[in-house]
């Protein structure tokens, strides 16, 4: 029985806490296995650092001797010396690393010992080679404790060089040439922080290093250990400063023997045949090809896909390099398969506005279907182009529940509700068009069904605008879509010297049909009432007016391929849009024309690091013809220029002129455009981080008339360059565009803006 109990080293912590949670009572009898249990589940709870229980014999039973040492509270973490690392920096390295020291909750030395490391990492990461860390405690009150990091960050030792031994096929400067991260300090290499030593960005570009090697058929090349030699390098001034130090690298090659490209095997396969796999494989063609690393890479790919696409999750492909004499090597690939998996169920987190079906409605993938990870993934791809629901970027989507036996697994695809109200408005004044302001509210998840729906109001001495709009992608819950346009819109504008007044009623309705994943046709049909007039001065200093009514009834079939990764910030993938539009005829009305056109657009990342940059193209012609004996209409015709055409130059202001730069006119003087037109732009995006661009583009274009004696060109077209920043407010839902444009080669008469502001994208 336990005739007493002495407590040594309570502090903020009570006995009755301590008997409460060790069951120990006077008078009840001892346990010592059931006391050991208890110590475990208070050392779980992170109250004491220490705890030992004594028993002694005593008179009536035992006495018991219980030793604690607290477990400190971290009141406050304090870091001295830290010039080169800021306390938010440091902070979001412990999220990352998941550091478990935390102000306000109890202190583990483990921990601390951590925090330490990686304060050590951190400054090596950045070139601080020689960097010093400590640690002290300092009791603030019984049981809390204040933490003081103390830093010596020492010099940056930059890399004065990277030297290789027993490389004869490629040469040091070929070699450091693949070595994209690891650098030479230097002007460039300064600035994008590629002279610094760190060990894991090292390992890749040996890695990288090893691949030039084996794409040239060394399939055994070897690197040794890197040998690190730190020099001091007097400063060229004569002063007495102290001596700086560069960090040399020396890097052993061992680059093996040159080998040619054999036959290829298959073994382990059951479930498909030699014949289909080795056509997947697709060895290189020619004799004797060497044997190069991405072509046995490609061919492992190509094989693992197909079992992926057939669900074979787990399947493996290894390859066996088999030597048969006279450098040449035969690759054996080596296939386990695995179970076939299904899908049991599909869902969804984070939806909380967009319904499910919305969302399943774009997978190739459903509950008892082959779990294909081709369809799989094109269905990600797809969800992410609607541009309403953000997957997530490091997980995506998660695989839980596997079934063995059923050979089945659940996915449940995570993302976030995005932004699905764009709201725009705005206005401005110019001493050619006044003032003038605009709102558009665009909902393009409206009710969480995907349907789109939108209004526009712009008023202003040159325009004003009233559009209403509602799309439907899904109608009836097939792959075909629906919706429709009203519009009012009247246009006031100065074209050259001639004043252009346009009045426009009307509306449009769509229908569409989706093939495959990026294929779709559309077919509109249109009606508006139009009223077109021109004021301009004659001769005689008067002002005349002409004026022209029409009915225009139209259908525009168009087919899309669209494989852009983002619909307002693109990286990757194309898009093509080709249409052709009849109007009059059988439709009624008394426009009578037609009018072919077709877009290229495209979008290929050049670089990912240190600063991830986008390629942009886009490529568009037009030619629209009247039939009948009607004369095309004026506003018919083609007119270039604004932030959304050849940049800088004003809206429509690109038309068509005569060799001595004057604008071809109509018999009633009226200013031109082009029956054809062909338009180009090229852009480099760099994504500075967040919501921001950086692009250098390069426009050009301009209209044509073969009935005129205008004939197609190239040293015809116009040109602009200049740079754009793009910032993208979620508020807007679109970004917005600061653009200096440059006229390359400007014309008498030319109305060019060096600066405009746009929202939304450039094509």
Known sequence: MVESIEWEGLRSLSEETLRYYLGLQVGQPFDPVELNQKIHALWERQLVDDLTVEAEPGAQGLRLEVRVRERPVLRSIEYQGTKKLGRTEIQERIDKDRVQVREGLPLERGELERLEQTLLDMYREKGFRFADVDYQLEEVTPGEVRVRFTVDEGDKVKIGGIEFEGNTVFSDWRLRQAMRKTRKTGPVTRLLKRDIYNPATLQEDLQRVKDLYREEGYKNVALGETRLEVRARRP?????????????????????????????????????????????????????????????????????????????????????????????????????????????????????????????????????????????????????????????????????????????????????????????FGGGWSEVDGFFGQFSVRTQNFLGRGET??????????????????????????PQSAGFQLFSRDLDYVLGSQRQIREEIGGVLTYGRSFGLFNSLRFSYGYADLKDAVELLSAEGEVVRTEAEF??????????????????????????????????????????????????????????????????????????????????????????GGARSVRGFANSQIFLRNDDGSAVTDDFGRILGGTQFVELGLEYHLLLGGPFRLVFFADAGNVFDEDRGHSFDIQDLRY??????????????????????ENLDPLPGDRFESFQFDVGTSF
């Open 236 to 424: 060229q001034a004569p002063t007495p400063e102290r001596q700086k130090r560069r960090l040399f690298l020396e890097i052993p090659v061992h680059e093996g023997e040159r080998w040619r490209f054999g036959e290829v095997s298959i073994q382990g396969n059951e479930k498909f045949t030699d014949q289909a796999l080795l056509r997947a494989f697709q060895r290189p063609r020619g004799r004797g090809p060497w044997l190069r690393a991405s072509a046995v890479d490609k061919g492992v790919e190509a094989v693992q896909e197909i079992y992926r696409n057939h669900g074979y999750i787990y399947a493996q492909v290894d390859v066996e390099m088999r030597d048969r004499g006279d450098g040449i090597a035969d690759v054996i690939v080596k296939v386990f398969e695995g179970e076939q998996y299904r899908v049991r169920r599909l869902e969804f987190a984070g939806n909380d506005r967009t319904r499910d079906k919305v969302l399943r409605r774009e997978f190739r993938v459903q509950e008892g279907m082959v779990l294909n990870m081709g369809a799989l993934r094109s269905s990600l791809f797809k969800i992410n182009q609607l541009g309403y629901f953000t997957l997530d970027e490091d997980n995506p989507i998660e695989f839980e529940n596997f079934d063995s036996e059923d050979q089945t697994v659940d996915l449940v695809v995570k993302g976030e509700e995005a932004d699905r109200t764009e709201l725009l």
């Open 453 to 478: 729906l939108g209004v526009a109001v712009q008023a202003g001495k040159v325009r004003d605008l009233l559009e209403i709009s509602y799309f439907v992608p899904w109608l009836l819950d097939r």
């Open 551 to 640: 009915r225009k009834s139209n259908l525009r079939p168009m087919w899309i391929y669209d494989s852009q990764d983002n619909r307002l910030e693109p990286t990757r993938g194309a898009r093509i849009l080709a249409s052709l539009e009849y109007a009059g005829g059988l439709l009624g009305g008394n426009i009578d024309l037609w009018r072919p056109e077709l877009s290229f657009t495209f979008y290929r990342p050049v670089t990912t690091a240190p600063l991830r940059t986008v390629l942009g193209l886009n490529v568009e012609g037009g030619w629209v013809e009247p039939y009948g004996d009607d004369e095309l209409p004026i506003r018919e015709r083609y007119y270039l």
């Open 720 to 741: 602009s360059a200049g740079v754009e920043l793009r910032l993208f407010v979620p508020v807007f839902g679109l970004p917005l565009r600061f653009i200096y444009a």
